[in-house]
């Protein structure tokens, strides 16, 4: 790497809510190496982070989920003592009810054990008690509901990512508005990133808080190690051709599709319709300058020979196989001869 080329101990690629908070307890737990966190939205507003609901809930089936959320409830009712007595995200306290069918009511059950072993205040609710609480719900096949009594509600997401944001950036976070198009390694070690404008940046550590992108190019650079890249060029390539054009990389490199593969709808059309009009107009020569005896079964076979020629040309200018191509217009072909001679047949007439 050159030595003119910025360097960070920690570089934080997107700056929704995992990001920003990524960044701020970094300061808050003591870490005074520098940080940048880059992001290519700063409007911060196609993330999932503000499109999300907010909702915070305690009412989930494994322990670790529900301390996990333990934690956000404690920080979001004590906003002001983390960012400052401005802080306020919008909390709403006002718990979650989720109800079970008579079939579902087994896991409900051993949710709710398992909830209030770690912590959460929840109430399993059934009957009379649930409808009296609830008395807008209709309680047909219900049979029972589990109400947060505390703990749970919902948030405002994007102040409550900004706030994470602000606090990380007073405490010394660089942010830098640009897109990571690439990765950089040595063996298995990533000391860096390439950016859109073109600039390169070290980092000791890369936190990959890229939402939903991450996954894809995670995804694509597994296809490129299958086919014998290094897993360092691997990235490279996948995150090279995610930036230039995502959808065409996964339809070539994921599922198969290319131009090559790829029906073409107007060329067939146009073929198509070229060799139907040379297909008519050949055998129509063959009766200008033929002797009148055995003039149908020459125009039979010369027009069967015609459009096989026509329909093995159609497939190839169509991209489709010519041999396909030629059976398809001559069986077609012999089967509008014989339909238009039965008919000639059927009502005594040369049609
Ligand atoms: C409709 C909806 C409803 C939801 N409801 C809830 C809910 O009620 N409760 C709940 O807890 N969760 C909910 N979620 C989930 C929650 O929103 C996400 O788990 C959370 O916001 C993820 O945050 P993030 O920082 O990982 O991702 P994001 O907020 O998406 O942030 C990722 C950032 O990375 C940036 N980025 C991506 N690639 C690059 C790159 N190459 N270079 C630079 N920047 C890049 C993006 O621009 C983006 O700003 C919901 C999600 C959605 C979509």
Known sequence: MSAAMKTYDVVIVGGGV??????HYLRKNGFTGSIALVEKDTSWARGCTALSVGGLRLQFSTPENIHLSKFGVTLVKNLKQEFGPDADIGFKEQGYLICASPEGLPVLEENHTVQIANGADNVLLRG????????WLVTDGIAAG???????GWVDPYMFAALFRKSAIAKGVELIQDEVTG???EGQRITGVTLASGEAIACGTLVNAAGTGAGRLAELAGIYVGRGLTP?????????????DALGAHARDELGLSHMTRARPLQAALSSAAA?????ALPLLLVVFLPLGGLSTIVIAASLALLMGLGALAGYLGGASMVRGAARVAFWGAAAMGATALVGRLFGTVV
């Open 146 to 152: 589990c109400f947060g009594l505390s703990g749970e």
């Open 128 to 135: 009379q008690e649930l409808a009296s609480r609830f008395p």
């Open 276 to 280: 139907f009009a040379v297909g008519a």
């Open 232 to 244: 360092a060029l691997a990235e490279q390539v996948a995150i090279q051709l995610t930036a230039h």
């Open 183 to 185: 990765v950089t390694r």
């Open 18 to 23: 995992v990001g920003s908070a990524s960044a």
